[in-house]
């Protein structure tokens, strides 16, 4: 069974960094594309980036510059760099990937203080 398990996330005050980490049950080959989307009460799921298994990545365009994904595929695990960060990055961050259908993971609070 595929299984997601996201980590990293936590308090951090505004201007602060964190790194998410999703690590995969599999190998991350077996995913098109692997991603990190987040939400907030009352709110639609929102994507925050994704990756390919070519290394082609994207990111929503109010993150750009501030948020970088990357992947060790020697370890299954996809990263999440979050810089700079926010009162509005508050959310919960959850990994995806996508092989023929929806993968996800349990979900990390990210809470950022003003």
């Known amino acids: 069974q595929v299984q997601l398990v996201e980590s990293g996330g936590g308090l951090v005050q505004a201007g602060g960094s964190l790194r998410l980490s999703c690590v995969a049950s599999?190998?991350?080959?077996?995913?098109?594309?692997m991603g990190w989307y987040r939400q907030t009460p009352g709110k639609q799921r929102e994507l925050v980036a994704r990756?390919?298994?070519?290394?082609?990545?994207h990111y929503a365009d109010s993150l750009k510059g501030r948020f970088t994904i990357s992947r060790d595929n020697a370890k299954n695990t996809v990263y999440l760099q979050m810089n700079s960060l926010k009162p509005e990055d508050t959310a919960v961050y959850y990994c995806?990937?996508?092989?023929?259908?929806?993968?996800w993971g349990q979900g990390t609070q990210v809470t950022v203080s003003s």
């Open positions: 990756i390919t298994s070519g290394g082609n990545t």
């Open positions: 995806n990937g996508f092989n023929r259908g929806d993968y």
């Open positions: 599999v190998s991350i080959f077996s995913f098109n594309v």
